[in-house]
């Protein structure tokens, strides 16, 4: 078995999902595709959701619940400059043909970018943390709270789950989106 072996079981396997219709892309923000994204792990429940394929589920009323927010939220983790310029340009191109790319200031790093790095990372002027306990939604801007100021907001949804175990958004574990992935870059290997 070689690799071009590998390739076309997983062309085939992505195919059979696809043509299945069981599955699309969740896109049911009002605000704006591209927010649909974030959207998606904020949700309290998974189960029937057009894109997910397998979840952890939680549940308040069961006691099953997880300190993911309470975790990105309290306890300074963040992502890594090298994790940021994983993230392709909006032309599709990688970062490092962007001219001036290793001196960029933060601001500037989102500039033009994936849209789902903004609704992975908290971006100047995009989507921060959520207070609930203001009146709307209020961005949170302390970058205090960070390591280096790549702050995580991806499956963070509001101020009613910062304790440390009251977190109930469910988890995607494998979504349609990684089929359309695979299917892609599959494809492209294989010339």
Known sequence: LNSEYFLNVAVQASEAVMASGLYRLYNTSSN??????????????????CETIFAKCYDGTLSVRHGLQFDYKNEHYSATRRFVNHYLCSDGTPIQNRAGWETEQYYEQF???????????????????????????????????????????????????????????????????????????????LG
């Open 32 to 49: 704006s595709k591209w927010k649909a994204y974030r959207d998606l792990f904020q949700l309290e429940s998974l189960a029937g959701n």
């Open 111 to 189: 500039q033009k970018r994936d849209p789902r790095l903004a609704q992975t990372l908290h971006a100047p002027g995009h989507f921060g943390y959520l207070d609930a306990k203001m009146e709307g939604a209020v961005e949170i801007t302390d970058f205090s709270r960070t390591l280096n100021g790549y702050r995580i907001i991806k499956g963070v949804s509001d101020g009613n789950h910062e304790n440390a175990t009251t977190s109930t958004t469910d988890w995607a574990m494998f979504r349609y989106a990684e089929i359309l992935l695979n299917y892609a870059e599959a494809k492209a290997e």
